[in-house]
T-cell receptor
């Protein structure tokens, strides 16, 4: 059974602070996706990382894929209240239909 | 058009009702998915359709019945549901981008079973 460990599960910080969310697995991903979800809405795709060691930036968000493609991190610089939400990592282990294995999610709350 | 749409947004039904959830995408994606998501939990995969054929059924009870009428549409027929089936039901579709998949989700249907 493939598992994707995501941490921390909950994070409550003040506006302007930095934070990092981690996803780890013992298996190799063919790709990994990060989503952000607001209550009652569907997950919105933020980024897909594919190549080991890859770094992608989306404004104040930096996504990194481990060299061995078994882990990934999301770093947010100077968090804003608008960053509040559930962040999900989801790994694709190369199945023929692109099935995803989800981490348990990180519930981020940024207080003004 | 780069979105997945779902209707209805909210649905309240009794345990004896029959209802259907609808999902549509016009991105040419050939894989479509149904997920169930409980509060504060990640989405759980229910069904996968690939090229309009059911390829994965994750041991979902028969009171949930998926249907893929064509490559753009995906339905989920509901019958004799239980209160514990109340959840956010998400549809997704995926495309292959440079040999890897990207899944895009719809906004979901919030289902309440009384």
């Amino acid at each position: 059974t493939q598992l994707l460990e995501q941490s921390p599960q909950f994070l409550s910080i003040q506006e302007g602070e930095n934070l990092t969310v981690y996803c780890n697995s013992s298996s190799v991903f063919s790709s990994l996706q990060w989503y952000r979800q607001e209550p009652g809405e569907g997950p919105v795709l933020l980024v897909t990382v594919v190549t080991g060691g890859e770094v992608k930036k989306l404004k104040r968000l930096t996504f990194q894929f481990g060299d061995a493609r078994k882990d990934s991190s999301l770093h947010i610089t100077a968090a804003q209240p608008g960053d509040t939400g559930l962040y999900l990592c989801a790994g694709n282990y190369g199945g023929s239909q692109g099935n995803l294995i989800f981490g348990k999610g990180t519930k981020l709350s940024v207080k003004p | 058009d780069t979105e997945v749409t779902q209707t209805p947004k909210h649905l309240v039904m009794g345990m004896t009702n029959k209802k259907s959830l609808k999902c549509e995408q016009h991105m040419g994606h050939r894989a479509m998915y149904w997920y169930k998501q409980k509060a504060k939990k990640p989405p759980e995969l229910m069904f996968v359709y690939s090229y309009e054929k059911l390829s994965i059924n994750e041991s979902v009870p028969s009171r949930f019945s998926p249907e893929c009428p064509n490559s753009s549409l995906l339905n989920l027929h509901l019958h004799a549901l239980q209160p514990e089936d109340s959840a956010l039901y998400l549809c997704a579709s995926s495309q292959v981008v440079s040999n890897h998949y990207e899944q895009f989700f719809g906004p979901g249907t919030r289902l309440t079973v009384l």
